[in-house]
């Protein structure tokens, strides 16, 4: 890793079956932002990824940090996720999460790695 990059702050996301929850985490742990918003109930995978990068978004700019920041962004849903593809396969809170390639979506939406 790059020694700049060493404490660089984290995104995560948590997409919850009613709630979409993010926030912007510095070094020590200290969280430098917070930002939650309504998970769609939708079953488009396209809907939910533009709620997740809305929600992540507000978090980015409450910690004025831009994404470009980042190393990766931190990702967690409940269900049956292929953790070697990021496939979610199942999940029993979001019906947008069948079968979707949340990693790939997400990474591409946001530029940097997903995990």
Known sequence: ??????????????????????????????????????????????DLVDAVERVARQALVQADVDLAAMDAVGVSCAGIINTSTGVVVYSPNVDALRRTPLRMLLSQRFGVAVE
Do not use: C
Not at 8 to 13: D, F, G, K
Not at 21 to 37: F, P
């Open 1 to 46: 890793m790059d020694k700049n990059r060493e404490h660089s702050p984290v995104l995560t996301v948590d997409i919850g079956g009613t709630k979409i929850a993010s926030a912007v985490i510095g070094w020590g742990g200290v969280i430098l932002a917070k930002a939650r918003g309504a998970t769609p109930e939708s079953t488009d995978e396209v």
